[in-house]
């Protein structure tokens, strides 16, 4: 996985950009990303448009970041997700939980 992340002018998007696959040995790197956004930041944009595959801890690092923004789903927008994605995210009910553009 490679991960960047931009903070907006006002500090309150970040942008995180993943590319390749997203899996378990990526949690110390999403985390020190997402420790590292200053504590004024309100909104999270995931942009998946690189991310090729995903497994269930990157599915628990998403709701880690859920959690730490309080727990409103508008807060955090996974997008560019591939069908293969979507289709994960779509069976794990994360819509319910995350904004998901499409």
């Known amino acids: 996985m490679s991960l960047s992340s931009s903070v907006s002018e006002d500090e309150k998007t970040v942008t995180m950009l993943i590319t390749g696959r997203f899996e378990f ?3 110390a790197d999403f985390r020190k ?3 590292q956004i200053p504590p004024t930041t309100s909104n999270y944009i995931v942009d998946m448009a690189g991310v090729e ?6 599915l ?4 880690v970041l859920h959690e730490r923004t309080g727990n ?5 927008i996974l997008k560019g997700c591939n069908a293969d994605i979507l289709k994960i ?8 939980i995350l904004t998901i553009e499409r």
Do not use: C, E, P
């Open 60 to 63: 628990g690092m998403l709701v």
């Open 72 to 76: 409103d789903k508008t807060r955090v």
């Open 33 to 35: 990303a997402y420790n």
């Open 89 to 96: 995210l779509d069976i794990s009910k994360f819509d319910q």
């Open 53 to 58: 595959y995903m497994d269930s801890a990157a």
């Open 25 to 27: 040995s990526d949690h």
